[in-house]
């Protein structure tokens, strides 16, 4: 009975060491979402109207370029796959894997050669198990990116992108990545970058259109439009990497808070679950032990009470 006791005790140890640090690694994720979605708000704005002098641009010039114009026949696409560096985030990077997975399906599927760029340990970790090639990768700051990180991923997309496809090149450049929608909501979509996608559906494209003609008056575009839209292309698809980089950031902070809570609270669970049974085994060993003093006790006196007789 001592020795279940103590395996018990020993457990309840191991446990609570392992309650501390998930509690610690919740705390730590609660600090970093609210820096990260600090950033994903500050730089929405810039991206905002970034956008608007595209559509601007493109609604006011009938310049072909890659950043407005759909490729007749596209033959090749880019897939950005953001994922992260760490796990311990529950469902997080296997979410992202599933949507640039289905993303990568349907464009072979409308018979798109594909070219995948992957960002995070985790993502480059699953295709490198599964012996998939991956054009470029990169790692180590998915947990706080900066600009120059985006710039770094945005630049080899950038020069696919203006190179022809029988080169080398791309026609479109798509992305998946965990969408930040609320602490307890974190939503894995498929985007595309390039061409520019200025509305969901027809009516939609034609309002977007109706009002960047609006814009183009507010506008003066020198020496050319399309002279503006290559200086436009590289901060466009920077500014739309640099947000996406951020919203899985924040996505993965808010995925490792859930799990560690729930990992915390499960621990309490276990360590309630196991002092009751170190309790009941406490309890039985005393009891086993005062059954023995009483036996003996008695067993004693019954000897005495024979040897005066």
Not at 45 to 52: G, H, I, Q, V, W
Not at 73 to 91: F, H, K, M, Q
Not at 100 to 112: K, P, Q
Not at 229 to 247: F, G, H, K, T, W
């Amino acid at each position: 009975m001592g020795a279940q006791l103590r395996t018990y005790k020993r457990r309840i140890k191991t446990v609570t060491a392992t309650k501390k640090i998930t509690r610690a690694m919740e705390m730590i994720a609660a600090s970093r979402i609210i820096k990260a979605q600090r950033k994903v708000t500050a730089s929405k704005p810039y991206a905002d109207e970034l956008t608007a002098a595209v559509t601007a641009v493109a609604a006011g010039s009938e310049v072909r370029h890659p950043l407005t114009t759909e490729a007749e026949r596209p033959r090749r696409a880019a897939v950005l796959l953001i994922t992260s560096d760490r796990g311990l985030a529950g469902g997080y990077n296997s979410g992202a894997i599933k949507a640039g997975e289905h993303l990568t399906s349907e464009l072979v599927a409308a018979g798109r050669e594909v070219d995948t760029y992957v960002v995070g340990r985790k993502g480059v970790a699953y295709y490198a198990f599964r012996e998939r090639s991956i054009t470029q990768s990169w790692t180590g700051f998915t947990d706080n990116p900066t600009y120059a990180d985006a710039k770094a991923v945005a630049a080899p997309l950038i020069e696919a992108v203006s190179r022809d496809a029988a080169e080398g090149g791309v026609d479109e450049i798509h992305i998946a990545y965990t969408e930040f929608v609320s602490m307890m909501t974190q939503t894995p979509v498929e985007q595309r970058l390039l061409p520019l996608t200025l509305g969901s559906s027809a009516e939609e494209s034609a309002e977007v259109l109706a009002k960047g003609a609006q814009a183009h008056a507010l506008y003066e575009f020198e020496p050319s439009a399309e002279q503006v839209l290559d200086a436009l292309l590289p901060r466009y698809v920077e500014s739309r990497i640099y947000n996406a980089l951020l919203q899985a950031a924040a996505s993965k902070h808010a995925a490792t808070r859930r799990a560690m809570k729930s990992a915390t609270d499960n621990a309490e669970d276990l360590i309630r679950s196991l002092t009751r049974l170190a309790n009941a085994a406490r309890q039985a060993e005393i009891t086993q032990e005062i059954t023995e003093i009483v036996g003996g006790a008695s067993a004693l006196a019954d000897a005495t009470a024979g040897s005066e007789r």
